[in-house]
């Protein structure tokens, strides 16, 4: 593909016909193992791929058409499917076939983060994917999830709140410092997750496997937590006012290190920021003193250059994507 229009236009005709199944997925990642080391990688995949994906949720390749594009070729093919449907499948296959990919290729996958400077770039771009998913049914996305997991898979401080994941496998998932208020995350699979920070105000984790996970500092006030397992979960500083459990899992998180005081919690939070902030203060005092000495002593010279926008643009590399035939089928 030698251009990014060439790229979207064969994604949107392969993956905007509906939702893959897992077992199509599973034949994909089957064929790309087959491919020759020298001809193919999964990290250059993964980069390429992950380019089109940030594109993706800035909306740019539905503003340019290609999901109208795609939907009149596939009405040719006598395919019900609307122009939104496209799109958000689009979406949701290159989602999970990029969870894949980033798996096979022992990499962390960051969708909503900047994927040079892992700043977080688009904090709700997961919420409104799953939230468009609705448009084919309700539980499309948990569907997805409970198939295949999102193992390796960083979602620090995103925007999660509101949404319905039940019985979602979301084993080793990083989540700290993530908003989750309100969730359905009744019979989730949150063993060895990462929710340390984690905003679970008002959350459904009925019958949630929470074996392992850092609840560390999380906020769980008024979480449903009835019939959890919190084996060896970390609950230092959390936060559990109003939470519903049983009197054994209340004792057992109690000495564990959590708290059952909204105020108490909030008082050790600002607490814990205000430390924070001190030692970063104290930490570029001792920068700067250290680079006026720098200077002194004629070390370090002065450099002029152009400033470089934060905003991140897709670039194409001159790699050719393989053609993934839709085997099972």
């Known amino acids: 593909m030698s251009s990014p229009q060439q790229l979207a236009q064969h994604i949107y005709s392969l993956l905007g016909y509906g939702i893959l199944s897992s077992e199509i997925r599973e034949l994909v990642i089957a064929g790309l193992r087959k491919e020759p080391q020298r001809e193919f990688s999964f990290v250059a995949l993964c980069d390429r791929l992950g380019e089109f994906w940030y594109a993706y949720c800035r909306g740019r390749w539905f503003d340019e058409g290609w999901a109208h594009e795609a939907w009149k070729y596939f009405r040719s093919l006598n ?15 290159l989602f999970f076939l990029l969870c894949a990919f980033h798996r096979e290729a022992n990499l962390q996958f960051s969708p909503c983060h900047h994927p040079q400077t892992g700043e977080l770039l688009n904090p709700e771009a997961l919420l409104l994917l799953i939230n468009k998913s609705i448009i084919f049914s309700n539980h499309t996305f948990a569907h997805c999830i409970r198939a295949e997991g999102l193992i390796n898979l960083n979602l620090t401080g995103t925007e999660l709140s509101g949404v319905m994941l039940v019985a979602a ?3 080793g998932v990083n989540l700290a410092d993530s908003k989750i208020v309100a969730a359905n995350l009744t019979q989730a699979q949150l063993q060895n997750s990462n929710l340390a920070g984690a905003n679970l105000t008002g959350a459904n984790l009925t019958g949630a496997n929470l074996t392992g996970a850092n609840l560390t500092g999380a906020n769980l006030t008024g979480a449903n937590l ?7 979960a970390i609950f230092t500083n959390a936060c559990l006012d109003s939470a519903i459990l049983a009197e054994c899992d209340r004792q057992t998180a109690k000495l564990n290190g959590a708290m059952f005081s909204l105020e108490e919690y909030k008082l050790l939070r600002n607490l814990l920021i205000q430390h924070s902030r001190h030692q970063i203060t104290n930490s570029n005092t001792s920068t700067n003193i250290w680079l006026d000495k720098m200077t002194d002593m004629g070390i370090i010279e002065s450099a002029e250059g152009e400033m470089t926008s934060e905003d991140f643009d897709y670039e194409v590399e001159n790699q050719t994507i393989l053609e993934v035939s839709r085997k099972g089928e």
């Open 169 to 171: 496998n979301l084993v």
């Open 226 to 232: 009835t019939g959890a397992n919190i084996h060896n």
């Open 79 to 93: 395919n019900p499917i609307n122009v939104e449907q496209v799109n958000t499948a689009v979406g949701i296959n």
